[in-house]
């Protein structure tokens, strides 16, 4: 089974910081899938970034990019000139690959509170 | 494409009482997710379609809860005999195959 953990139950920036959400996972596969959904207060759960394993380099969306660190089963999310829309929870999330179909429910972090400040 | 939608929103019910959420995916979405969220956690992967058949049930879902995709459009979760510790947000989410999973907005369910 896959466990995904992240260390930092709350962060809290000035607005127009950087500022780098940690993940580290678990998994023995080989092929694999690797988000960062934001969910804001009271509103649903949106993708924000998405790594294939198989991918060496880093994806990047706009002001949010990832470090992604196979061997050492990290995946971090950096935000560049955070904003105060950037305000929310932050899950990091694991899900195999399997190519025939099959179950592939995602696998979440217990959350980052991102709290970006005036 | 109007996205995931789920029904109701918020849902309160004394112990011991039967509730039934329903979620409406995107359309052409095959896969269906239901997960459970509870405060301060991150979503439980409870169960997931592969158009109307079932594929995966996880341990967390005890025999009082069961899931249906009748036709592959529409998927119903019933929880039978409902328990405090079954107030939770209820989340679906729905996807095609190859592309990300797209989340409703979740059914709140509170038992008294």
């Known amino acids: 089974a896959q466990t995904v953990t992240q260390s930092q139950p709350e962060m809290s920036v000035q607005e127009a910081e950087t500022v780098t959400l940690s993940c580290t996972y678990d998994t023995s596969e080989n092929n694999y899938y690797l988000f960062w959904y934001k969910q804001p207060p009271s509103r649903q759960m949106i993708l924000v970034i998405r790594q294939e394993a198989y991918k060496q380099q880093n994806a990047t969306e706009n002001r949010f990019s990832v470090n992604f660190q196979k061997a050492a089963k990290s995946f971090s999310l950096k935000i560049s000139d955070s904003q105060l829309g950037d305000t929310a929870m932050y899950f990091c999330a694991f899900m195999n690959y399997k190519p025939g179909g099959g179950a592939d429910g995602l696998t979440f972090g217990k959350g980052t509170h991102l709290i970006i400040q005036p | 494409d109007t996205g995931v939608s789920q029904d109701p929103r918020h849902k309160i019910t004394k112990r011991g009482q039967n509730v039934t959420f329903r979620c409406d995916p995107i359309s052409e979405h095959n896969r269906l997710y239901w997960y459970r969220q509870t405060l301060g956690q991150g979503p439980e992967f409870l169960t997931y379609?592969?158009?109307?058949?079932?594929?995966?049930k996880s341990r967390l879902l005890s025999d009082r809860f069961s899931a249906e995709r009748p036709k592959g459009s529409f998927s119903t979760l019933e929880i039978q005999r409902t328990e405090q510790g079954d107030s939770a947000m209820y989340l679906c989410?729905?996807?095609?195959?190859?592309?990300?999973?797209?989340f409703g907005p979740g059914t709140r369910l509170t038992v008294t």
């Open positions: 379609f592969q158009n109307e058949a079932q594929l995966e």
């Open positions: 989410a729905s996807r095609k195959t190859g592309g990300e999973q797209y």
